[in-house]
T-cell receptor, first 115, second 116 residues
Framework: AQKITQTQPGMFVQEKEAVTLDCTYDTSDPSYGLFWYKQPSSGEMIFLIY??????QNATEGRYSLNFQKARKSANLVISASQLGDSAMYFCAMREVNTGNQFYFGTGTSLTVIP | ETGVTQTPRHLVMGMTNKKSLKCEQH?????MYWYKQSAKKPLELMFVYNFKEQTENNSVPSRFSPECPNSSHLFLHLHTLQPEDSALYLC???????????????FGPGTRLTVL
C-alpha cells in the first residue's frame, strides 16, 4: 500500500486566491512527522512546513498552513493568497519514528498559478 | 557555500562509462541520503547514511555504488548504467536525533542524469 497518496496530479489557481493540495497517509506508527516540499522547475526541493503526529494545533508558516486531520489520516496543504512564484510541484512526505531515517514521498501535485 | 551542493548539475554518459556524483552538506547534519526522481513516480530512496554508516539500501542495483567518506560528503559511483537510469538524482541531509520530530531533510539542487 502507498504510504503517501496525492490524488491531484495537476491543480490551477487564480493569483491571490487560496488553494488546497490534498495528501493522505498510511501508517500504524503512533509517532510520525508530515512534511510538505515545493519543487520549482529548477529541481531543488524546498521545505515548506512540518506537522508532528502529537501536535495539537495545525502548523502554519506564513502563507502555508497544514490542515491536519489525524483520524482521517490527511495532511492537506493550504496556500493562501497564491502568487505566480508558487507555480511548482508540491510533494507531501512522511517519516515514521520506527523506521528511523526513511522518508516516504507522494507522487506530487503540479500547481499552476494563473495571473 | 551553504546548504547542500551537488555536482555536476547535468551529466550525459554512455552505458559503458564510469562517473561519480558528488554531494556536500555544510549544515553539520549527521545523515545523508540519495534519492532518484523519475517522471511521474514518487521519489525513490536509494541509500541512507547515518554517521557515515549505511543504514538503508533499498534494493538498488549494484551498478550504483555509494560512498560516504565523512558526514559532510556523499558520492554515488555509476558504472554500466542503463537508459532507464536516466533521472534526477537528489541528495539530502538531515539531523537525526531519534524521533520524527527531527528537522526536515534539506535537499541539493540535483544532478540531471541522461544515459545514452
Amino acid at each position: 500500500a502507498q504510504k503517501i497518496t496525492q490524488t491531484q496530479p495537476g491543480m490551477f489557481v487564480q493569483e491571490k486566491e487560496a488553494v488546497t493540495l490534498d495528501c493522505t497517509y498510511d501508517t500504524s506508527d503512533p509517532s510520525y512527522g508530515l512534511f510538505w516540499y515545493k519543487q520549482p522547475s529548477s529541481g531543488e526541493m524546498i521545505f515548506l512546513i512540518y506537522q508532528g503526529s502529537y501536535d495539537q494545533q495545525n502548523a502554519t508558516e506564513g502563507r502555508y498552513s497544514l490542515n491536519f486531520q489525524k483520524a482521517r489520516k490527511s495532511a492537506n496543504l493550504v496556500i493562501s493568497a497564491s502568487q505566480l512564484g508558487d507555480s511548482a510541484m508540491y510533494f507531501c512526505a512522511m517519516r515514521e519514528v520506527n523506521t528511523g531515517n526513511q522518508f516516504y514521498f507522494g507522487t506530487g501535485t503540479s500547481l499552476t498559478v494563473i495571473p | 557555500e551553504t546548504g547542500v551542493t551537488q555536482t555536476p548539475r547535468h551529466l550525459v554518459m554512455g552505458m559503458t562509462n564510469k562517473k561519480s556524483l558528488k554531494c556536500e552538506q555544510h549544515l553539520g547534519h549527521n545523515a545523508m541520503y540519495w534519492y532518484k526522481q523519475s517522471a511521474k513516480k514518487p521519489l525513490e530512496l536509494m541509500f541512507v547514511y547515518n554517521f557515515k554508516e549505511q543504514t538503508e539500501n533499498n534494493s538498488v542495483p549494484s551498478r550504483f555504488s555509494p560512498e560516504c567518506p565523512n558526514s559532510s560528503h556523499l558520492f554515488l559511483h555509476l558504472h554500466t548504467l542503463q537508459p532507464e537510469d536516466s533521472a534526477l538524482y537528489l541528495c539530502a541531509s538531515s539531523q537525526n536525533n531519534g524521533g520524527a520530530q527531527d528537522n526536515e531533510q534539506f535537499f541539493g539542487p540535483g544532478t540531471r542524469l541522461t544515459v545514452l
